[in-house]
Each structure stands twice: as structure tokens, then as C-alpha cells.
């Protein structure tokens, strides 16, 4: 699903945001993508969602190749995927359910499908009382699980989640937490950038540690070393 | 669609005062351009007046006889560029200077022997009225062995084409600089449109919608803001045209305003100008995006 092969980012000022950063993410996998500010977390997102390009290496999601990505792909790409951020970035002005709407308006699913598109979701999200409440009249958690909610109504292949939880209390941590279990218990990959260390010893999920653009751990790859004879 | 014009009508709902202010400065860089289009049509139809009175007058020797006259009279209404030819007979002439030279009248009156020369008077066809042409018909003219002399204003002709060119130069050069200013208003404006609603579009590109369904509702409300601006021109200019209309107190009473297709004209260019702009703002910032 996810492939980066040696990729390399740099910035236009010079900074190495990664350097030779490898792994692959296959099907059905819960990854927790952790390290300080700065350290790459966001950097590998973007590259994710093709915000950016990669200055080296390579770098395949969902069966598109970000390197060589035309301009009419990006919408394509960003189609199978469902972005979650710590702000949440829901519209203001418009409710939970118009903005879970707004995802299959703006990418021209048919209008007679939306309503009940929409309802699905903000029930599978446990928001369904809530729909007609504008994000002002939402807590945090709440906010969040709209946003999710909206990730979630074009059937992602894959959801990237950048530190979903870092707003929220511990309540709604968890809340939060749980959902996206249960989202990647469905079949979907969830790709979550955090540094709430917590959340990520309370499980088993593999984790990719980075530190100033460079991966220095990778559960995955270094227990299968360690169990090796 | 449907989104597509309400994405375009909420935007005047969300910023009503942007949009006031959009709609306006597209109005009066229109009105500006379209009070000197007025300027430039009225102008013209009085040259197209003055232009009409472009004639030559070739006057015959005396006693060139009726017949040399009529035929070659037949020749010279030939000519491509002659609209017309008229033959002003010794008499005609004398009749013609008494009534219309009222001071000369009594001079006139007592003369024994007719003095004036009879003359071909001969009008141009719309088109032809420039001095090179009227010159040359001139110059052909006096070839005739029975013309004494061949007169034509000139001076006049030339003023009358200096005139004319500059009139088409000085609105062509205004007008473009007024369609620059309007354009670089109108991008102002939907610029501000835009980054009131970055955050919405950053959403749209997240959640997967193409480059042109982010760009349709701004380019329609480009278009939309054109639209009501150049009908907002018009009714200034209509109000402007009335104005001097009326304050001229019936000398100006000829004065003309745009036909239907120059109305239409305007309103497209004000809808033209309202994309040029709004695809400029969204361009770049789709870009930097």
C-alpha cells in the first residue's frame, strides 16, 4: 500500500527534512509514526498525500507513484485517501453533517447518495445526534471524530492521521484511539503520526521512530533482527 | 452544477461588501471606458455629418458646350469612388449666390453679366471620403480639357482625417488602459475572496476535488461580478448620456447612444474582465498552493 524506497526531502533553504528513509506498509497494518517536532513526522505525511514531492527515492501509495505524479492524479490519489490533523480544519460555517457533505460534493458523487453516505459515517463515528451542530457547539473530541468522519465518506483505502489526539484530553484520546482501531479492524490502513509515547506502549502496533529525517527504529524490522539467531 | 453556482452566489452572501465594492470598481472602470466609447461614437456619427459634405467642385470654361458637359458628367458618376455628380449651370450658380450670400444680394442683383463659372459638383461615396482619395479624384478631374479649376477643402479633409485617426487612437489607447486597471481591481478582489476562503479551499484539494472544480465557482463569480458590473456601466453611462443630453439644452439633442450590440459588447467585456481576473488570482494561488 505504502512504499518509500531511500527517499530523500529536502527544502528550498537547504534543510534535510529526510534523509535514506525506507519502509513499506502493507495491507490491514496500524502504524504509529513517532519522534520530536521536527523530526520528519509531517514531512513523510505530506509526502503521503503528495502535498510534496520527494527530492530522491522513491516514494509508491495506493498504486501511484508520488515522484511522477500528474496534476490530474493528485485529486485521484487524494480520492483513496483520508486525512485527519491535530486542528481538525473543519468549515466553520457549515455543520457536522455538510461538513462530511463537502467531501463527496467537491469530488462529484451523486447527490442522491450523500445524505445516507453521510449519515453511515457520523453513525459509525457515534455522531449521528449531532449532525445538524455546527464544530463551535462541538467539543475537541467531538470535533475530531467529524473530521475523521469526513476522512472516512469517499471509503479510503488508507487513513493518515497527524497527531489526531494532539488537542485533546485523555478522554477524548482515547475515544479517538479506539475509533481508529476500529477503522483499521475494518480493513483499512491507518498510517498515525503521534508523540503521545503513552498511546503508543498501551499496544502492539508497529511503530516507526524518527529522529532529525532519518528512521532509527523500526519495530517491525528490528525485533524480526532481533529474533533471529 | 448546481454547487457550482451556489459555491459561485454564497460568496457574494459570505462577503457582501467585497462583493459590493468588486462589483462597483468593474462598474466604473466600465462606465469610465464606455463614457469615452460614447464620446468616440457621438464624435463619429458628427464626422460621419461633416464627411457627407465632402464634395469637389470643378468649374468648367465658359461656354463649354451642354452636351462635352453631360457626358462627361456620365464618365465622372462612373468613377468608384463618386457617389454622386450634380451639373450647376451659369444660372443655377448666380441664383444659388443670391439667395444664400444674403449680404451680396443687392450686388448681385445688379449685375449685367453673369460672373460665376458653371460647375460639376461631384459628392464621395462613404469610405473615400480621405484626402489621398479625394485628391486623386480631384487630379483626374482636372484632366478634363474643359475645367478650368478643381477646388476641395483641403486643409479640411486632412484636419478631418488627423481627427478621426486620433479619436480611434486615443480611445483605443484609454480604453486598454482602463480594461488593465479593471482587470488588476477584479483580481484584487477575488484574490481577497480567496484568501478569506483558503481554508476551504485547502479542504477541497485534501478531500480530492480537481484544479477546475476549485476554480469554477471563483471564475463564475469572476464573471458574475463582470456581468453585473457591465450592466451596472451602462446604467451610469445611460445616466451620464441623459445628463449632458439634457443640460445642453437641445444643442446636443443629435447625441446617440450604444446600440444593442455595443451594449452587448460591454457586458461581455465586463464579464471577460471578470474571468481574465479571477483566473489570474486563483491561478497563482492554486499554484503556491
Redesign the interface.
Known sequence: MIRFTSVYKAYPNGAMALKDVTFHVSKGEFVFLTGHSGAGKSTIMKLL?AEQRPSGGEVRVSGYNVNSLQ??DV?????R?G?VFQDF?L?E?RTAEENVA??L????AR?DTIAARVMRVLTQVGLSAKSRAYPRELSGGEQQRVAIA?ALV?DPAILLADEPTGNLDERATRGVFQLLRDINNGGTVVVMATHDLDLVRQTVYRTIEMRDGGLVYDSDVDEAAAEAP | MKLLTREALLSFQRAPLLSVLSVTTIAFSLFTVGLFGLVAINLREALRGLEERVEIAAYTFRGTPSETIVIATQDIAAFPEVQDVSYVSEEEALRRARSELVEFRDAYRDLQVNPLPASIEVRMKAGYRDAATVGRVAERLRGFGFIDDVRFGREWVQKLDQLRNLTGLVGLVIGLAFAAVAVVIIGVTIRLTILQRAREISIMRLVGATNWFIRGPFLLEGALKGLLGGLLSLVLCYGGYLLFRDSSGGTLSGLVFFGPQQMALIILFGVLLGLCGSMVSVGRHLRHV
Not at chain 1, 75 to 79: N, Q, S, V
Not at chain 1, 105 to 108: F, K, L, Q
Open positions: 498525500f496534476p490530474d485529486p485521484r490519489l487524494r480520492r485517501l486525512v480544519r468549515l460555517d463537502f467531501a460534493e467537491v469530488t462529484g447527490t469526513r469517499n
